[in-house]
């Protein structure tokens, strides 16, 4: 998935309007502004779209954390320079609290069947040999009972 199609999502999922938006990347260290979340949020096909670069997206990741979180001591959480699936869907976790079970009862508003087993191995170390490789339809299942659960 792309991170401007995660954005949309997620914005649609806690119905955050722009000024949260550019609160939240704020919060992740980043200063943007209206035009810039407009066109983040803005489909390929419109001439305006702008890209959100995976840097660009772990700030607002992390503005994420510390909104529903709070932060860590004084400490601002580096963001990183390239994000997958995987890693993703690990500060949608941290941001919301969420465990095992929680994440379970997500992919089932979603009508979406997923073992525990399945789930651990997504946020193991990719060094370890039962890691797996978080693939799209699994995170956009996961943002579809998101969405489910916090919209209605």
């Known amino acids: 998935m792309k991170n401007n199609d995660i954005l949309r999502k997620i914005r649609y999922a806690f119905?955050?309007?722009?000024?949260?938006?550019?609160?939240?990347?704020k919060l992740g260290g980043l200063?943007?502004?209206r035009a810039d979340v407009s066109d983040f949020l803005k489909k390929e096909?419109?001439?305006h779209h702008k890209p959100l670069n995976?840097?660009?997206f772990a700030h607002f990741l992390n503005g994420l954390i510390i909104h529903f979180r709070g932060t860590k001591g004084d400490e601002m959480p580096l963001a990183e320079k390239?994000?997958?699936?995987?890693?993703i869907f690990?500060?949608?976790?941290i941001a919301l609290t969420l465990n095992d079970e929680n994440i379970l009862e997500i992919f089932d508003l979603a009508s979406f069947n997923v073992s525990k087993h399945e789930l651990s191995a997504i946020f193991r170390n990719p060094s370890q040999p039962q890691?797996?490789?978080c693939k799209d339809q699994f995170l956009r299942k996961f943002l579809d009972g998101l969405a489910i659960k916090y919209r209605e």
């Open 15 to 25: 119905d955050f309007g722009d000024d949260n938006m550019i609160k939240l990347f």
């Open 31 to 33: 200063e943007v502004n």
């Open 45 to 47: 096909e419109d001439e």
């Open 54 to 56: 995976d840097r660009l």
């Open 82 to 87: 390239s994000l997958n699936n995987n890693i």
């Open 90 to 93: 690990r500060k949608l976790k």
């Open 131 to 133: 890691y797996r490789e």
